[in-house]
């Protein structure tokens, strides 16, 4: 409308009645930090575990490995020290969404503990991470300075209030470090009972499988066997190939023959000698099959065993590629899908989170809910040994338990923070509530900065704060038969400011909420009733 009204007519003014909203932030924006195959030089949000290989690379790939044992033939585990990228693929399978990705450098970077504090400084000027992840700390920097990197997450967490660490142990079983378990060295290792940090065990066997170079040089060790005891085996093939070559059958019946020969020795590795064995024989269209079926022929089959070489030495110094369409090269992929990554929990807790956060909301606890492509945990926890883990009366470390329960599968069953002491502040669902809401609050109040500090303005901004929290309370986040029940806020003279706090330019909320707990101990009570009738 114009500000004169000078021309005769009809003018429109539209007047808000309603207070401004307050939008809810995200709440499961993690923020991965650890090395990768590619690297860039600031965090980087990605969306999708294709747009992390597109960016980063690719898991750390390693040498195929084979040795012998009494059980046959095995596939030795490799020492995997990266485990960004099969973090981000249970991370995703658990419900994970948009995040984060702060590479500390690439595979062949020389590891160090300051590219971890420097990743750290870079999310400080990120708002929107909300959650911060180290998949592989432990194993690129060791215990000491992966404790010195939790203690920094942690207190740049308390400092920005709005997010929060979820942590892994050092090691995913219960063995014995200096006569420590895996429990006491964490709650011995430095790291506070801090309401900004949960903690998880144990680790966990996963579907995925490592990654090998297909290019690269198998190496396997000399062995003396494979599925036989008998030092010739091939001894009847080479007698038959004899036979054949004096027969008198004709060259199409003398080239059946000998490739049904050949598909039998083809269980060696040696894929270039049986290709050319083969070649040569489906060329010999004309001639003598004899011209074929000749000395070195006859010595290949020969050579497997009677030279005390095999499948596995055939194999050693050859590329894995080479041995497409062998037994050895089918029996190697098995071995490779036969052999699960085990991954630190941290990565699909944060999945976990992703997930309840969106279905249920970010005041219910992540637990007593299932983890995706994991098999199982690597150590059964019992309930007597799960108290100790969940209740730390000296320091008040909880460490939350994940458990595989018959008929129920894989399930995470624990929700305390590392302050497990605290009323206040003892379980997860609570604390990253009230980061939820005191960001979402912080970023809608500052549209008041600088407005008159006078009861107009009081009301604007109370009415916004409790339109947000009724909202809450009607998803079930604040317990309350009424919204006067679950929350109050108060802002005003002689109520929360004084007349100097108004001639100093404050304004001063105070908001109080009733969040909902996790009812962590059901007791069901029975006792007899007396016969009435």
Not at 52 to 81: C, R, S, V, W
Not at 145 to 161: D, H, R, S, T, V
Not at 254 to 275: E, P
Request: charged share 20%.
């Amino acid at each position: 409308m114009s500000t004169q009204l000078k021309t005769p007519g009809v003018y429109i003014e539209e007047i808000s009645k309603l207070p401004p909203s307050v939008a809810q932030v995200e709440t499961a924006i993690p923020a991965f930090v650890g090395y990768t195959e590619k690297t860039v030089g600031k965090p980087t949000r990605i969306s999708s575990l294709l747009e992390y290989e597109a960016i980063f690379g690719g898991a750390q790939k390693h040498q195929i490995k084979l040795k012998d044992t009494a059980n046959g033939l095995e596939l030795e585990k490799p020492t995997a020290t990266f485990l960004m990228y099969h973090s981000l693929q249970i991370f995703f399978a658990n419900g994970g969404g948009p995040c984060y990705i702060v590479s500390t450098g690439t595979y062949g970077a020389t590891l160090a503990i300051g590219d971890f504090e420097d990743a750290l400084k870079s999310l400080e000027k990120e708002d929107e991470p909300t959650l911060l992840v180290f998949p592989d700390v432990y194993k690129t920097l060791g215990e000491t300075n992966a404790y010195a990197i939790y203690q920094l997450a942690l207190a740049q967490a308390n400092e920005m209030g709005d997010r929060f660490v979820i942590m892994d142990t050092l090691k995913g079983d219960s063995e014995k470090v200096n006569n420590k378990t895996t429990i006491e060295l964490f709650r011995a290792s430095g790291v506070p009972a801090d309401k900004y940090g949960a903690v998880y065990f144990p680790h966990l066997t996963t579907v995925l499988n490592y990654h090998f170079i297909e290019s690269s040089d198998v190496a396997a060790e000399k062995i003396s066997h494979v599925g036989t005891e008998d030092t010739t085996p091939f001894n009847d093939e080479k007698a038959a190939l004899l036979v054949i070559k004096g027969s008198s059958d004709s060259l199409s019946k003398k080239k059946t023959a000998v490739l049904k020969i050949i598909a039998a020795v083809n269980k060696t590795i040696d894929v270039k000698i049986t290709a050319a064995l083969i070649t040569a024989v489906e060329g010999a269209n004309s001639g003598n099959i004899g011209d074929v079926i000749g000395t070195d022929t006859i010595g290949v089959v020969g050579h497997i065993h009677n030279n005390n070489v095999d499948a596995i030495g055939e194999a050693s110094g050859k590329k894995l590629s080479d041995l497409k369409g062998t037994a050895l090269y089918s029996e190697i992929k098995q071995l490779i899908s036969a052999m699960p990554v085990v991954l630190p929990p941290a990565a699909a807790m944060a999945g976990v989170y992703a997930r309840v956060d969106s279905n249920r909301g970010v005041h219910k606890a992540p637990a007593n809910v299932g983890l995706n492509y994991v098999i199982a945990p690597t150590e059964k926890i019992s309930d007597a040994e799960q108290e100790g883990m969940n209740v730390d009366a000296t320091g008040g470390k909880s460490i939350n338990a994940i458990r595989t329960f018959a008929g129920k599968g894989t399930l995470v069953w624990g929700a305390r923070t590392l302050d497990g002491n605290s009323n206040e502040w003892r379980y997860v669902p609570v604390r990253r509530f009230f980061n939820m809401v005191e960001e979402s609050v912080q970023k809608a109040s500052s549209r008041f900065v600088f407005e008159p500090n006078t009861a107009n303005t009081w009301v604007r901004i109370q009415g916004m704060i409790e339109n947000f929290l009724t909202q809450q309370w009607k998803a079930g986040a604040l317990a309350g038969a009424k919204p006067e029940e679950a929350f109050y806020v108060s802002v005003g003279l002689g109520a929360t400011m004084s007349a100097l706090d108004v001639q100093e330019g404050r304004m001063i909320i105070e908001i109080g909420m009733a969040a909902v707990r996790p009812a962590e101990f059901i007791v069901l009570r029975f006792s007899h009733k007396l016969q009435e009738a």
